[in-house]
C-alpha cells in the first residue's frame, strides 16, 4: 500500500434471511432487511491507484460499464475528479449465484474511500457500497451482519465469526453464468408473482427469529428459519411470469441430503441465492460427514470449503 495505490480484498456473502427486491426508491434500496454471513475463502481482490486515466481490467464489458458508472457517481457524490485504474478478480466463479457483485462492489468502495479518503465512517462506507449491488453494502463486514432499513438503508454486524465459528460448503452446480441477472429477476418477481407481497410482510419476523438464534448459538432455530426464507424467496420466482428457475437436479438433491442428514441427527442446512449453488451450514465437527454424504450426488462440478469469516484486508 502506498499514497498512491491499495489492494482490498472483500469477502462474497451469503444471505441467511434473504433481501429479494427493491424498494422503489433511489439509491438501489432494499425492500426488504436482509442477514448474512461472511465467507472467509470466496474473494474478490481490486487494486485502485491514482492515474492520468480511468481504466478497468479484469471483467467483461457489461460489468466494466457497471463498474465504471458507480465510480463516476462515487467521485460525483464527493466532488472528486481524480482518475483511477482499477484491476480486479475474483477467486470464484462470477455472476453465477455466489454473490461476486456483493464482495467486487465492497472492494472497490473500501479501495476508493481509502485512497481517496472521502469523509466516511463504516456505516457510509455500506451505504455507498449498497448504491452498486444491495448485498455488497453487507460484505463491508465480515462474520454475521445485518442490512437495516431506513430512509438511506446501510448494514452493521451483530457478531464476529469467532463467537460462533461455523463451517461452509459451497456445492457448485453451474459453471457458467446464470440464465437471468439478480436485478432484473428481482423486478420482474416484484411485478408478477402473486407471492411477492407474503414475502415482503413475512419478513420483519424471520428476520426476528435469526437474530436470536444468532445471539443464542441455537443451530437448529437458525437452520429452521433459514431454510423457510430461502424456500420463500425462491418461491416468489418460480411463480412470476416467466418464472425464474435457477435450480439444476443436483440443487433438488442437495436440498433433500441436507434434510435427511439433519433429521439423522448431524448439524448442517442449506441455503441458495439467486442460482443453483448450493450452500451448505455445518457444526464444524460435522462437516467431514456432510462432504463424505455429498459424494454421492451427481452433478456437483466441485466443492469449495470454507468458514463463516470474511472480513475486510487492506494491503
Known amino acids: 500500500m502506498s499514497d498512491t495505490s491499495v489492494t482490498v480484498s472483500a469477502a462474497a456473502n451469503i444471505a441467511l434471511i434473504k433481501y429479494w427486491g427493491k424498494s422503489g426508491e433511489a439509491g438501489n ?10 465467507l472467509e475463502h470466496l474473494r474478490t481482490t481490486t487494486s485502485v491507484t491514482l492515474s492520468g486515466q480511468d481504466s478497468i481490467e479484469g471483467l467483461d464489458d457489461k460489468a466494466t460499464s457497471r463498474l465504471a458508472g458507480f465510480v463516476d457517481d462515487f467521485r460525483d457524490q464527493f466532488n472528486i475528479r481524480q482518475p483511477v485504474s482499477i484491476t480486479t478478480e475474483n477467486n470464484f466463479p462470477t455472476a453465477s449465484g ?3 457483485s456483493a464482495s467486487g462492489f465492497a472492494a472497490v468502495t473500501l479501495a476508493l474511500t481509502h485512497l481517496l479518503q472521502p469523509d466516511l465512517d463504516d456505516r457510509g462506507k455500506s451505504r455507498i457500497a449498497r448504491r452498486g449491488s444491495g448485498s455488497a453494502a453487507r460484505s463491508i463486514f465480515g ?4 442490512v437495516v432499513l431506513s430512509d438511506d438503508s446501510y448494514a452493521e454486524p451483530i457478531m464476529p465469526a469467532s463467537k460462533w465459528p461455523l463451517d461452509v ?6 459453471e457458467d453464468s446464470k440464465s437471468m441477472g439478480s436485478s432484473e429477476a428481482m423486478q420482474l418477481t416484484a411485478a408478477t408473482s402473486p407471492v411477492y407481497d407474503n414475502w415482503v410482510a413475512s419478513h420483519a419476523a424471520d428476520m426476528e427469529i435469526a437474530r436470536v438464534a444468532i445471539r443464542d448459538r441455537d443451530f437448529l432455530r437458525l437452520a429452521e428459519v433459514s431454510e423457510h426464507n ?7 420466482m418460480m411463480t412470476s411470469r416467466p418464472p425464474v428457475l435457477y435450480w439444476k437436479p443436483a440443487t433438488i438433491a442437495i436440498i433433500h441430503l ?17 442460482g443453483a449453488q448450493v450452500k451448505l451450514i455445518c457444526e464444524p465437527n460435522d462437516t467431514q460427514t456432510v462432504i463424505r454424504a455429498l459424494e ?4 456437483i462440478s466441485r466443492l469449495i470449503e470454507t468458514r463463516v469469516g470474511g472480513d475486510p484486508i487492506i494491503q
Open 296 to 299: 454421492s450426488v451427481e452433478g
Open 258 to 274: 441436507a434434510q435427511q442428514l439433519r433429521a439423522g441427527g448431524t448439524r448442517v442446512f442449506f441455503t441458495i441465492d439467486a
Open 230 to 236: 430461502c424456500l420463500k424467496m425462491h418461491g416468489t
Open 169 to 174: 460448503l459451497v456445492a457448485v452446480t453451474q
Open 143 to 146: 462474520g454475521y451482519v445485518q
Open 29 to 38: 434500496q432494499p425492500a426488504t432487511a436482509s442477514l448474512s454471513i461472511g
Open 98 to 100: 455466489l454473490a461476486s
